[in-house]
């Protein structure tokens, strides 16, 4: 039997960017359950029932108790409906079902796999898939064509694969402003993506960079990437210039700074041998002596600063719905270059994240409770 305290606990505000949601939650199991189905969705193309699950997830990580049964969360927002199915099915047997299904199913475990690979979306991978690859190694057929992007990320796939722990964003960090610094000594540069949420661990590294004097930003990150590649610090990148996009028409998540995305050979800590410091090249014959990682660094104007770090802070699903309350609950439209009214046709400054939420009228969301 369900107290009415406990009634009164379960409202979720509807948008993500209204609520708090914290990197640890209280329902796993069936987080994990609908994020699963809501990637398989992804795969097989649907990408609204993917949303909807992706939602559903959502809201279960803002609730701040375990759910005791299905019943209890029919009422919270894109919680009801085949939703109820998998809550049930998790609280009853443990399981569920359909994602047991995925276990067996060639086609989702084949379409994880091809997308796995830096560079490589759903529909290149389902060409694959269609043409008959099944793993990795069917990609050496010389009838398929890789992009730069993906050559590199199935040569360094191993690697990428291992989760990028805090310590070793830390030491990307420290490699990456060592190179920036060298040309503008005074260069902001900021950690953004999972690692600014609090996140302990991350399949990348994200760096915004920035500064007042915008004379200061023009060329460096190719100066600064030809640097660390004439250093043996880069194993790939691929730079996309600066574009004046068309930055407020609606539902582009795509924007147009200056990115770098890159693969860094982060040097290994030589913990073989007590004593050994960083750099020493005394190691076992066949060992490496640097990790891959993926890197993205990201400039912007100054002006546009605090809508990139809050647009590249994500998540990617915290994002989306700040887009989207945005556009329906304020008709304003707001990407990673600015906050844009359509209505007077002009362009809403800010100068912090604060001030961005405060202009959509919304309560402040610190980085830490961004992780829907
Ligand atoms: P992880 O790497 O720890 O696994 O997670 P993450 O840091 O949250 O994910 P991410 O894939 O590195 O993305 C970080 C944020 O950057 C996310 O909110 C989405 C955003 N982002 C991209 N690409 C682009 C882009 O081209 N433009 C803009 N504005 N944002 C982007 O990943
Ligand atoms: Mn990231
Ligand atoms: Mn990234």
Known sequence: CVSKDTDVLLTVAPYACQRQTPLTHQNSEIIDALEKLGKAAAL???????????????????LPIRLQSADQAKNLPFCGGHCQTVIQEILEDGVCHEVEALQTNEQYQ???LLTSI???????AERWYKDGVR????????????????????????????????????????????????????????????????????????????????????GLLKKAVDWMDSQ????????????????????????????????????????????????????????????AVRVDLVVTPYDEYAFALLGWTGSKHFERELRRFSWHEKNL?????????TEKQCSIPATSEEEIFALLGLQYVPPQYRNA
Not at 44 to 62: M, N, Y
Not at 118 to 124: A, K, L, N, Q
């Open 135 to 218: 793993k990795l190694s069917d990609l050496d057929d010389p009838n398929i064509k890789l992009t730069a992007d993906q050559r590199a990320g199935v040569t360094h796939y191993t690697d990428l694969q291992r989760p990028v722990t805090r310590e070793k964003a830390d030491r990307v960090q420290h490699l990456i402003k060592n190179a920036l610094h060298r040309f503008v000594p005074d260069l902001e540069v900021t950690m953004t993506g999972g690692f600014r949420r609090g996140k302990q661990q991350g399949h990348d590294v994200d760096f915004l960079i920035t500064h007042p004097d915008g004379e200061a930003l023009s």
């Open 118 to 124: 830096f560079g490589v979306g759903v529909h290149t």
């Open 110 to 112: 084949c379409m994880e």
């Open 232 to 291: 043996g610090l880069l194993l790939y990148h691929h730079t996309r210039v600066r574009s004046r996009v068309q930055a407020h028409r609606r539902n582009v998540p795509m924007d147009g700074h200056e990115t770098c995305y890159a693969i860094v050979a982060l040097p290994n800590l030589d913990t073989s041998k007590a004593g050994a410091g960083v750099g020493s090249d005394v190691t076992f014959p066949g060992a490496r002596a640097w990790r």
């Open 333 to 341: 439209s707001l990407n990673s270059h600015g906050l844009y009214s």
């Open 44 to 62: 097989r193309g649907s990408e609204v029932r993917s949303l909807a699950f992706t939602r559903a997830a959502s809201v279960l990580k803002s």
